[in-house]
């Protein structure tokens, strides 16, 4: 019932022992507060509690396991009721901002070759009130969560339906309230999506996983890139920002050895060009069996980072580091879908 809209939880409780509206929007408020329990709905009557309890379950969701890196960082590992499992992850970047990372599929279809989530394969698109539990869960857990980014397990544009509804409930303002400005969705590059995402919502920050601003490497790191060429995808994202007038993050996957020469940083800074841009560059969070064409791939030395760095600095762009954090739960970046 957590992350239900009003109007499903209205048809939800039909039949049996409906309930009146009042106590359907109380039901509503609890639920948009992040309540674990229906006994901690205490201006529902004892007795209707108790039907609620017999007849429904607050969570469709458990968290199976959490697991707590040294550097802040906290993976949850949740079951959802089909039996599949996914991962959220409380990021932590020591400074005081507590960021909720969620997943929006079980697997991934997009099957970047970097990223272990890719290497699962994909088996659903999760439903809104999957995607509310994972943040309540998360929230109880660190109340001052301040912000949150689609970029776990899934590709958020190829089930933004759900998403959409999804961040209805995280920015209600009589709920979570949190703003818009505060959520960031990263796609792996999806054309109609973006254009989608434009046209109807949800107004959210967006990043995309560039990784390679060179056609033929990224359809071979990034299997989606063939149906999203980058000159479409260039297109997408200028119409996007003409529509929802926020910077985009530009993030770039770095593999030691592979996408981080002058011809990179050539076809990178040519990409962003006219965009209202930042890059973010994430060097590679390792995960053991993932090939890049029968080579394992590994993550570049810091020289090779800072000289790409500076390389992309001195074409004027504008450039920042991702923290390596949660490797030691295997939750950083890419390495989400190690539920035992
Ligand atoms: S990086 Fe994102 S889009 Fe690519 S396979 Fe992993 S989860 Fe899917």
């Known amino acids: 019932m957590a992350g239900l809209l009003p109007e499903e939880i209205a048809r939800l409780t039909e039949g049996g022992a409906s309930f009146p509206s009042y106590r359907l929007k109380q039901i509503y408020e609890w639920t948009r507060r992040g309540v674990l329990s229906f006994d901690d709905m205490n201006n529902l009557p004892p007795e209707m509690r108790k039907s609620l309890k017999s007849r429904f379950r607050l969570f469709s969701s458990a968290v199976s396991a959490v697991l707590e890196d040294e550097d802040g960082t906290v993976k949850f590992q949740i079951t959802l009721e089909d039996g599949n499992k996914i991962e959220a992850v409380i990021l932590n970047d020591g400074k005081g901002r507590k960021t909720a990372c969620l997943s929006v599929q079980a697997g991934c279809p997009a099957a970047c070759v970097f990223c272990k989530t890719g290497a699962l394969g994909f088996t659903r698109n999760l439903k809104a009130g999957e995607i509310t539990e994972e943040y309540i869960f998360l929230k109880k857990h660190a109340p001052d969560i301040s912000h949150i ?22 920015c209600d303002k009589e709920g979570f309230n949190i703003s818009r400005r505060r959520i960031t969705l990263s796609t792996s590059g999806i054309v109609p999506g973006i254009r989608d995402m434009a046209d109807n919502g949800p107004d959210l920050k967006l990043a995309l996983s560039l990784t390679s601003a060179r056609e033929d490497l990224r359809a071979r790191l990034m299997p989606v890139a063939k149906d ?43 990409f ?69």
């Not at 958020?156 to 995280?170: T, V």
């Not at 570049?300 to 450039?319: F, T």
Request: glycine share 12%.
């Open 149 to 170: 980014v689609i970029m776990g397990m899934g590709e958020p544009l190829f089930n933004l339906e759900e998403l959409r509804k999804a961040s209805g409930f995280f």
């Open 228 to 270: 999203n060429p980058l000159t479409l995808l260039k297109e997408s994202l200028v119409y996007f920002q003409k529509k929802q007038k926020s910077r985009i993050t530009l993030e770039a996957v770095l593999l030691g050895g592979i996408n981080t020469g002058t011809e990179d940083a050539r076809a990178l800074s040519c």
């Open 272 to 340: 962003a060009r006219g965009l209202d841009a930042v890059i973010n560059l994430i060097p590679w969070n390792p995960v053991d069996g993932l090939l890049f064409e029968g080579k394992a791939l590994s993550p570049p030395p810091e020289s090779e980072i800072a000289e790409y760095e500076a390389a992309l600095k001195n074409r004027g762009l504008n450039v920042t580091r991702r923290y390596k954090k949660g490797r030691g739960v295997m939750g950083a970046c890419g390495q989400l879908g190690g539920c035992p």
